[in-house]
């Protein structure tokens, strides 16, 4: 049997400050969400300001990056590259913005985030997982 990592509550939060932290040195209104490597929720903080859908599409970058393994633009670029089969995958995020988080390259989760241009939530959300302390 295999033993493995997993993201605990005070991982979660400090994943959702550090994150927070850089939006807000910005002035970026968004909504980061963190989720297990099953894209099940685990933490979400809407931001004063933010547009009411950025909580499900982050949840939804979060949910693809950490179902795919890999950032969710990668899907997008697959897709902008000629992969129009993605289109039909059951994943609803595949816009920059979702980044896994990786524990000695396996995955333990991700954060997704939404409300800004694709490449600053995805800048939010890499200080997030750069903060993950496991």
């Not at 400050?17 to 989720?35: C, D, L, N």
């Not at 931001?47 to 997008?76: H, I, N, Q, W």
């Not at 590259?81 to 995958?89: I, P, Q």
Request: hydrophobic share 45%; charged share 20%.
């Amino acid at each position: 049997m295999r033993t493995r990592y997993a993201l605990e509550a005070d991982d979660v939060q400090h994943a959702l400050a550090a994150a927070k932290a850089e939006a807000g040195q910005h002035g970026w209104p968004v909504t980061i969400a963190v989720v297990d490597d099953g894209g099940h929720p685990l933490g979400l903080v809407r931001m004063d300001g933010a547009a009411p859908s950025s909580a499900y599409t982050a949840v939804e970058k979060a949910r693809t990056a950490a179902l795919g393994r890999r950032e969710s633009r990668l899907f997008e670029e697959s897709i902008n590259g000629g992969r129009l089969a993605l289109l039909s995958a059951p994943l609803t995020g595949m816009l920059e913005g979702g980044v896994p988080i990786l524990i000695e390259d396996v995955c333990v989760g991700a954060i997704g985030v939404s409300g800004v241009r694709s490449s600053e939530d995805a800048q939010i959300a890499r200080a997030g997982v750069l903060n993950v302390k496991l």
